[in-house]
């Protein structure tokens, strides 16, 4: 059963390497076997590899002990790279919809694509080095809908999506050092993960990860950090100082050689003294407290700066708890000064070993559960949580290294092959920029297609799993045709201008101005194009409307006025042309009104002569017009307001701007307006009836000669039929 297979894990540390043989038995792990070798020399340091051959060798003595237990042959091995050359960046992503939808997980896919693009982005910019990189996987550490926090968006109505996320980076050189040890062992690399990863995967199990805790793993070279909360392992990092800086130090003190100081270390604590032999074959003997004297300053020096790493990735604040593990924490009062560090309490930094391992069950009974196995047996237990391990896939035509998180599907690929995010998916055409009387507007593109994938032949999708040495075809997306949008399919180009020409209504589309020239409704609007839809025609255009040749001679009138052919004919105006005129220009107007005068006066000549009735007449009419003049300043003054005094408060001329007939009038000179005030600014003779009656309109209705008139009032008249 897959359940009972042998998983073998290896951690590769800086002084020893660490074979752990085991299955899986529901929640148990079973380990068979265990056993670990020291380096004869200095092939690592600060966990990374620097003689691949004599570590291979190391690694294929710890397998042939593990085969000798076990009984049977190993060939894959789960491994772990140290946190020395682990980057992370922790990025935020947010993707806008068109429209309010609802979320899908290729949505919820193109996120986590863009928030890694810009990870990458972002490590490489702040990056000096020239290494290469691989991505190496990443973590969401919480999603927003709208801008809230959501647990999960998929199915969500959203406008916007977001997500915060924690990405991490191996250099390339580190990924195939560890790949090629293991191949001179004779081993395939079935695993691989982070140390960080793996302590904390078994030291600080899911249920706890809501507080906000650090582990930390004191190895040899390297103290690697990671800090929980809020249910999500929020970052990752490290100090490149741990045990063996302590253990150079007792190897100093003592005068020994690094392996017998190593071990001085290991009995610290264990009795009051510790006897070993020094580097001329004397023994010696060294108390417990010697030690710890010799050692507190590398002590108070790393935990100092594991303190400040804490701070710094949780935000520079102190975490609630430390779980330490690792044999370097191991040391007496190790913990108490991270506490002290830290500013909490001492009993909240503490070793993890015994406590995790309630469901570690070794069938050697001699073996001790403590804090130096966390990460081993983490390791071990990596392969059933995440299985991840680099494969081989080609991709369009190219092979690839990829690291696999046992959920690697084709636009994980496309990914970290650096196929760019915007050519998976449709992409629209340009859209088209334009103004229409004044106002912005815009149109959209059209949706291209999306990108055409395949995988070994078949047809795929983004979301298709991806497997070793599997065969990726991307065809990439299109982009949508470009806007494209016709004056006449504009709503304003559905307006009209109704006008009277010879007594006959006719309706007259609006002409569409663009850039300042006159369009047709089949004019393509360009980016950028200035449309105006002009409220008026003039004489021509309304005499090529309608296809009319004029004689020349021909009177022109708009509105009973007369014109020319450049003369504006607005919406409810009346356009007349004739042979004959027809009507009294203003010249002749005014001659009419002196003519009206002088008959007057030949009127009161002809009672002169008669015995100065006409004097009589004239002073009778003089006293009469007095009294008018003053009862009706009476009458004004009386309906004038009063101030506290009960004097008279008189009001100032106002002007008034009213539109007639389609243009514009300002009457001035009174404080207040009727509709017959009108008259005295347009030239419309009421004296000479052109039609059955006249039309007198405000605001579209029906008015009376004495209503009054407001700012911005739009007048209408003219002679019915």
């Not at 081993?376 to 990596?382: A, H, Q």
């Not at 006159?518 to 004019?523: A, G, K």
Request: proline share 4%.
């Amino acid at each position: 059963m897959e359940r009972k297979k042998l998983v073998f894990g290896l951690d590769i540390g800086t002084r020893s390497i660490v074979g752990t043989a085991g299955y899986k038995d529901g929640d148990n792990f079973i380990i068979v076997s265990q056993h670990m070798k020291e380096h004869e020399s200095r092939a690592m340091l600060d966990g990374q590899i620097h003689d691949i051959r004599k570590v291979g060798e190391t690694i294929l003595d710890v397998k042939n002990l593990l085969e000798q237990d076990i009984g049977q042959p190993l060939k894959e091995v789960c491994i772990a790279a140290a946190g020395r050359v682990l980057r992370t960046v922790t990025t935020n992503v947010e993707l806008v919809f068109d429209n309010e939808r609802p979320v899908t997980e290729e949505d919820v896919f193109e996120l986590a694509s863009m928030g890694i693009e810009k990870a990458y982005g972002e490590f490489k910019d702040e990056s000096d080095l020239e290494l290469a990189f691989y991505c190496v996987g990443y973590s969401v550490i919480r999603y927003y809908l709208n801008g809230f926090l959501m647990g999960n968006l998929e199915e969500h109505k959203a406008k916007t999506i977001g997500a915060d996320l924690i990405a991490t980076f191996l250099p390339e050189d580190v990924v195939d050092g560890l790949y090629r040890a293991v191949e001179i062992a004779g081993l395939e690399v079935a695993n691989m993960t982070l140390e960080p990863i793996a302590a904390i995967g078994l030291a600080i199990p899911e249920r706890f990860r809501l507080l906000n805790i650090a582990l930390v793993d004191v190895g040899a070279g390297t103290s690697d950090i990671s800090i929980t909360k809020d249910g999500s392992i929020i970052a990752y990092g490290m100090i490149p100082m741990a045990g063996d800086a302590l253990t150079e130090v007792i190897a100093h003190r003592c005068l020994v050689e690094f392996s017998e100081a190593e071990m001085i270390k290991r009995a610290t604590g264990k009795s009051d003294s510790i006897e070993f032999t020094d580097i001329i074959g004397l023994p010696q003997t060294i108390k417990t407290s010697e030690v710890l004297e010799a050692t507190f300053p590398v002590v108070n020096k790393m935990t100092g700066q594991i303190a400040d790493k804490i701070r710094e990735l949780n935000g520079d604040k102190p975490v609630s708890a430390v779980f330490v593990v690792g044999g370097g924490g191991k040391l007496p009062g190790f913990t108490n000064e991270l506490a002290d560090k830290l500013g909490i309490q001492r009993e909240r930094v503490a070793l993890r070993g015994k406590e995790v391992m309630d469901k570690i069950i070794f069938q050697d009974p001699s073996i001790e559960k403590d804090s130096l196995l966390v990460t081993p047996i983490g390791i071990c237990l990596s392969y059933y949580e995440q299985s991840n391990n680099f494969i081989f896939v080609t991709f369009n035509g190219k092979r690839h290294k990829l690291y696999d998180n046992s959920h690697l599907a084709v636009v994980d690929v496309a990914m970290q092959v650096k196929f760019p995010n915007d050519k998976l998916f449709p992409r629209r055409g340009k859209e088209l920029n334009y103004r229409v009387n004044g106002v912005a507007r815009f149109l959209r593109g059209q949706m291209g297609e999306a990108a055409v994938i395949t995988v070994n032949g078949q047809e795929a999708d983004m979301n298709t799993p991806v497997r070793s040495n599997d065969v990726i075809v991307v065809k990439e997306s299109t982009a949508g045709a470009p806007a494209h949008l016709e004056i006449g399919k504009l709503p304003e180009c559905r307006e009209s201008i109704q006008v009277t020409v010879n007594d006959q209504p006719i309706t007259l589309p609006k002409f569409a101005s663009v850039n300042g020239s006159l369009q047709s409704e089949f004019y393509d609007i360009k980016d950028g194009d200035d449309i105006l839809f002009l409220p008026y025609y003039t004489v021509k255009q309304v005499v090529d409307f309608m296809d009319v040749i004029l004689e020349p001679g021909t009177f022109l009138y708009v509105n009973n006025k007369r014109a020319d052919m450049d003369t504006k004919v607005y919406d409810n105006f009346a356009l007349i042309w004739s042979l004959e005129e027809r009507y009294l220009s203003d010249v002749d107007e005014d001659a009419r009104k002196a003519k009206e005068a002088a008959l007057r006066a030949e009127s009161f000549a002809d009672l002169a002569d008669d015995d100065g009735e006409m004097e009589k007449l004239s002073e009778k009419r003089r006293e009469e017009e007095q009294r008018e003049e003053e009862a009706k300043a009476a009458a004004e003054k009386a309906a004038l307001p009063v101030d506290e005094e009960g004097n008279p408060i008189v009001e100032k001329p106002v002007d008034l701007t009213v539109k007639v007939n389609g243009e514009f009038v300002t009457l001035t000179g009174k404080t207040q307006y009727v509709y017959v005030n009108i008259f005295d600014y347009i030239s419309f003779n009421l004296a000479e009836p052109r039609g059955k009656g006249i039309v007198t309109n405000l605001n579209g209705h029906t008015a009376q000669f004495n209503e009054p008139l407001h700012s911005g009032d739009v007048l209408d008249i003219y002679w019915s039929n």
